[in-house]
C-alpha cells in the first residue's frame, strides 16, 4: 500500500504546530508512503529480525487495530467533505492514521508469524482490539470533528509518551506517528472553534455529537492486565487522563462549548466485545482479500 507524497505540518490559524519532535525520524515523513530519511516503514519493521515479546504484541495490535478502523471510518468523507480542502484534509488523516495501523500490526505480526494484511484482513470481529469511539458512525461534520478532537489529543499525549518506551520498534513507530497526529490535533481544534463560535446551528450540532460520542470517552483511559506486563515498553491510559481533560476541556471554553453531563457507556472493545457497528466496518473491509485469497496487482 501506498500514497501520494502529502504535507499535513503547516500551522493552521493560531495554533502553531509542534516542531520539538523534529529530531526523530524524518520531520517530513507521511506514514502511508516510502520515505527519505531515516523515518522508520512498515517494510522497514517485515524485515527486521527482533520480535516482540507477546505481550508488546498484544499492546501493538490495540494500537494498531484503533488507527484501522479510524482510518476505515474517515475515508468515508472522501467526495463527501463539506468543501473540496476537506476532502483532502480527512483522506490524509485516514492515510495517515492507516500507515500508524501498518505499522503497529505489521511488528505486532512478528511475534506470531503473520503479516500486517493477514491481521488486518482475516481475523474475526472478536479478535479485533479497537475502542468504541473509533467504530462509531460518522455522523455529521461536526460529529466527525468531535471524534476527532477527542481521538487526537489522546493520541498525541499517548504517542509523546511512547518516544521513551523501552521497546525501540514502538518509540520509533510513536516518533513518527506522533507529528502527524499534531496536526490531526491542529485540524480537530480549528474546526471545533469555527463550528463552536460559529452560527447557533453549528454550535448545536458540536453540542449534540459531543453528548453522543461522550458516552465512549471512559473506556479509552481504563488501565489493563496488559499495561502491568508491559513495564515501561507502554503507557498506562489512565496516567494521560488528567492531561487530555485539561487540554480538551481548554479548547471546549475557548469554543463556547462545555462537557455533556452523560454517564459512560459500557464498553469492551480492549476484549474484544465491540458497539454493532464493527461488523460492518469489517465486512467491507474485508471482503475482497476473502473473496480473492492470495490474489495481487
Known amino acids: 500500500m501506498s500514497a501520494p507524497e502529502t504535507d499535513l505540518h503547516g500551522s493552521h490559524g493560531g495554533h502553531a504546530a509542534d516542531h520539538s519532535l523534529d529530531s526523530f525520524g524524518d520531520a517530513s515523513a507521511s506514514a502511508t508512503r516510502v520515505t527519505p530519511g531515516n523515518a522508520l516503514r512498515p517494510e522497514d519493521i517485515q524485515l527486521q529480525q527482533d520480535r516482540p515479546s507477546d505481550a508488546v504484541a498484544r499492546y501493538a495490535v490495540r494500537l494498531g487495530d484503533d488507527a484501522l478502523i479510524l482510518a476505515q471510518r474517515l475515508s468515508h468523507w472522501i467526495s463527501r467533505g463539506p468543501e473540496l480542502e476537506e476532502d483532502i484534509a480527512l483522506g490524509n488523516i485516514a492515510l495517515d492514521q492507516l500507515g500508524h495501523a501498518r505499522s503497529f500490526l505489521s511488528y505486532a505480526g512478528l511475534a506470531w508469524d503473520k503479516s500486517e494484511d493477514d491481521l488486518a484482513y482475516w481475523r474475526e470481529e472478536e479478535d479485533f482490539r479497537s475502542l468504541h469511539i473509533v467504530e462509531q458512525p460518522n455522523g455529521d461534520f461536526a460529529a466527525t470533528i468531535a471524534r476527532e478532537l477527542i481521538v487526537s489529543i489522546y493520541q498525541h499525549l499517548l504517542y509523546t509518551r511512547l518516544l521513551d518506551s523501552s521497546d525501540a520498534t514502538i518509540a520509533a513507530i510513536s516518533a513518527k ?13 480549528q474546526w ?9 446551528e453549528s454550535a448545536r450540532r458540536m453540542r449534540h455529537a459531543l453528548t453522543t460520542l461522550w458516552p465512549f470517552v471512559e473506556e479509552i483511559f481504563l488501565d489493563e492486565p496488559l499495561h502491568a506486563e508491559l513495564g515501561d515498553a507502554g503507557v498506562a491510559p489512565s496516567t494521560l487522563r488528567d492531561e487530555w481533560e485539561r487540554e480538551f476541556s481548554a479548547v471546549l471554553d475557548e469554543a463556547g ?15 474484544g466485545e465491540h458497539s454493532e457497528h464493527l461488523g460492518f466496518i469489517l465486512a467491507e473491509m474485508q471482503v475482497l482479500a476473502r473473496k480473492h485469497p492470495g490474489a495481487s496487482w
Not at 506517528?177 to 481544534?189: G, L, N
Not at 471545533?192 to 447557533?200: K, N, S
Not at 462549548?257 to 476484549?271: H, S, Y
Open 177 to 189: 506517528a506522533v507529528k502527524e497526529v499534531d496536526y490531526h490535533r491542529d485540524h480537530a481544534i
Open 192 to 200: 471545533t472553534l469555527r463550528l463552536g463560535q460559529g452560527t447557533e
Open 257 to 271: 462549548l462545555e462537557i455533556p453531563t452523560v454517564p459512560f457507556a459500557m464498553c469492551g472493545g480492549r476484549l
